[in-house]
């Protein structure tokens, strides 16, 4: 079952030609995470996100219903660079396996596509998002809701997003021509308010 959120919404345009469209990936084996922001000019906008939920099948196939959401949410929102999340230490081994098969469909699934992907500890996203790298799942979900109008159901959407957001911001300050402009791209970068919705 795949459970992906409408594009459209009260006060919000999709812009597919801005400057930047990413794809932000939270994989898992049982709900994998994804949301789609675009950097248009200095503003962001949430183009697709949701849940894919692959349902209770012995984990390959798990995996490949994940890989092939992941290639439809490409198709449709056609991103120019991915963020993944990557494993952090404090899982036991066993999560860490699994969590880094649901990484490979992730990687897979974007370099299937051609995008140049980029990662980020746990810690670093939840700073960039929320500005704590200790903010909890909840904390995630509110921040989605305020800052980018999105009501995620499950932490793992506003996850997602998070992940976008912080790779957008971290290539604008990596891009910025000098040092001394990095925080005025930063500065610059604000989010658009928008409803998000299931469409009925």
Request: hydrophobic share 45%.
């Amino acid at each position: 079952m795949i459970r992906p959120r409408s594009a459209s919404g009260r006060g919000f345009r999709v812009w597919y030609h801005a400057r930047v469209i990413v794809l932000g990936i939270d994989p898992g084996s049982r709900r994998c995470g994804f949301g789609v922001v675009a950097r248009d000019g200095g503003r962001l906008r949430v183009v697709d996100s949701g849940v894919l939920v692959p349902g209770e099948h012995p984990v390959a196939e798990r995996l490949a219903r994940i890989l092939d959401g992941l290639g439809d949410v490409i198709a449709r929102a056609r991103p120019a660079e991915a963020s993944i999340e990557q494993v952090f230490a404090g899982v036991s081994p066993r999560s860490a396996l699994v969590l880094g098969q649901a990484r490979g469909v992730a990687l897979a699934a974007s370099a299937r596509a051609g995008l140049p992907v980029f990662e980020y500890q746990p810690s670093e996203v939840k700073l960039a998002f929320t500005g704590s790298g200790r903010a909890s799942k909840e904390q995630m979900v509110r921040t989605a809701r305020a800052l980018l109008g999105v009501d995620a159901d499950l932490a793992d959407e506003a996850d997602a997003i998070a992940l976008a957001v912080c790779h957008l911001a971290r290539r604008a300050a990596r891009l910025a021509v000098a040092p001394g402009r990095a925080a005025d791209a930063l500065a610059r970068l604000r989010p658009a308010r928008r409803d998000h919705r299931i469409a009925p």
